[in-house]
């Protein structure tokens, strides 16, 4: 598990004894920086413990350690540092441009209890954690999998001169199986488990994972679909997944989007759905602090000015397109999230994909999601949009409402992933 990654110094404490290889037992504060080709572990008062390319401290019973300076959010716009605590092995290991990463090595099971935690709140109602419990097993194991065979795509593809698809895998990592962030999924250690509703959920469903077809699901979630839930292939690699297919959020059926005018009364509607909720009980008791501080996640609007966008365009793309004069979706998934989108100015015209990657472009962190509508007022460009994430399989605050209206674990993740089995595989 990735924590810190490429960083000249780690910082941090270890709150009981830990064991490097070829050392004695060590505690309190420490220091990791690079010295020529190795790794150099000092205490508080910068005395070496141990020099190595690689450093291992092994936990002795109930021993935790934290790290400073943790970021959380990962050029999102909750981004931020905090202090983390962890349980487990800490791993310090020098990469090949000679910075550091911090890996925690954990059971199975101890990871998950603090990613439901992180994800949500550890107070949400059982059946939702519940459900989470299973999803993000079954993601891990899935991918786990996966990488002992042929890794799919992931990465950048220039198509030609004038177009830009990208999108984003845990492939990306390569000293790790999966990172702390929301790249992968959230995990911040023991520092959000504040109740046995997480643990209680782990031991419920200890083992259980979701399967199609015999097969461990390579499950998918985001923060609110927005009434809608998307396709795998919106947001990643162009192949339908039967599992990961849009359906409504919502106890009656919407339609999904097809064309421009059913996005533009899609997205300037507010419909019934799971996630359309602006209770503040509710959201408090299902959401982690962090993310109560984003407001209108349901519908939403940004708005900036042509040069303004501009200049964000150039610093995040390193593309000049002048005077901006149009932004055009030319693909959209049943969601309304735009897959395809063309961006025009006076000096270039590009087109940028997919879902994620339009996100960022637009935005010095991200838009909440690419469901959106673009308006052209004067010198003002105007997004109104819907959701918040890429909106693949479960809908996180969709889900936790379900939960709190009587729905079961299986009965949420059915509603979510068609066609899928809960099997409990050890």
Known sequence: MGIINQQAEIKGRLNGNFRPKGS????????????????????????EIIRSSSVRLTAEKDSTFELFNVTIGNRF?????????????????LREDGTICAINEIPLEDYLKSVISSEMNAEAPI????????????????????????KTSAGKIIQKEEEVIRWYDREDHDL?????????????????????????AIRKTNGTV????????????SKACGGITENFETAWNDKRVPYLRSISDA?????????????????????????????????????????????????WRVEYSRKELGEILHVKTGFDFGILTEIVPLSRGPSGRISRLKIAGSKRSMVVGKELEIRRWLSDTHLYSS???????????????????????LCQIGAAVMATQGFSAEEILKHYFSGVEIRKIY
């Open 24 to 47: 004695g037992l060590v505690s309190g504060r420490f220091s990791a920086r690079k010295e020529g080709k190795m790794i150099v572990l000092a205490d508080q008062a910068d005395h």
């Open 77 to 93: 716009h909750w981004e931020r540092k905090e202090d983390q605590a962890y349980q487990g092995d800490l791993i310090l290991q």
């Open 127 to 150: 059946e939702f954690l519940k459900a989470h419990a299973i999803l993000s097993r079954s993601w891990l194991l899935a991918g786990l999998g996966r990488r002992k065979g042929e």
């Open 176 to 200: 790790f199986d999966v990172c702390s962030d929301d790249h992968c999924q959230r995990y911040q250690g023991i520092t959000k488990i504040v109740s046995e509703h997480a643990e209680e």
């Open 210 to 221: 979701m399967t199609h077809r015999d097969e461990i699901c390579d499950t998918r979630y």
């Open 251 to 299: 106890s009656t059926s919407h339609h999904p989007i097809g064309t421009e005018e059913q996005a533009s009364a899609w997205i300037l509607s507010k419909p019934d759905a799971y996630c359309n909720t602006r209770d503040a009980h509710v959201l408090e008791k299902i959401l982690p602090d962090v993310d109560r501080e984003t407001k209108n996640f349901f519908r």
């Open 371 to 393: 469901a959106f509508i673009v308006r052209l007022e004067a010198d003002r460009i105007v997004f109104h949009g819907a959701g918040w994430g890429h909106g693949v399989g």
